[in-house]
């Protein structure tokens, strides 16, 4: 395949003509890219681990399905690094790596300022 530049235009040849009855090439499905990223699991950092041992945080199976369905949320937004809120504990996390960074008692929640996020969820 060859590219033409023409007066300041790119050009490319015309495409293959299809094969009778074949399916348009194309990629994944949505369906398909949902259903693989749902089953993905959530990370904890080592800094995260200390953090819930020392403040007696239980990272419980509900807490990190309710945490993997808000990443799943925040991901198809576009969010980068945010800050979940829930009733027992705070959680930053980044949403690409899928990874809880640091987690905060309700405690040290008050006048405590989390910066460096771009988004924040109610869990």
Known sequence: MTVQ???????????????PGAA??????FADLLERAAG???????????????RGIEFSDALQTRIAEALDTLDA????DAVLLGP???F????PNRTVVTALAPD?????????IDSALLL
């Open 40 to 54: 993905r699991p959530v990370a904890l950092s080592a800094h995260a681990a200390e953090r819930l041992g020392d």
């Open 92 to 95: 930053v996390v980044n949403v």
């Open 24 to 29: 348009p090439s194309r990629g994944p499905a």
């Open 88 to 90: 027992d504990a705070a």
């Open 108 to 116: 040290e929640m008050r006048d405590r300022a989390v910066t460096q």
């Open 5 to 19: 530049q023409i007066a300041g235009r790119v050009t490319l040849p015309p495409a293959p003509p299809a094969t």
């Open 77 to 80: 937004k576009g969010a980068r």
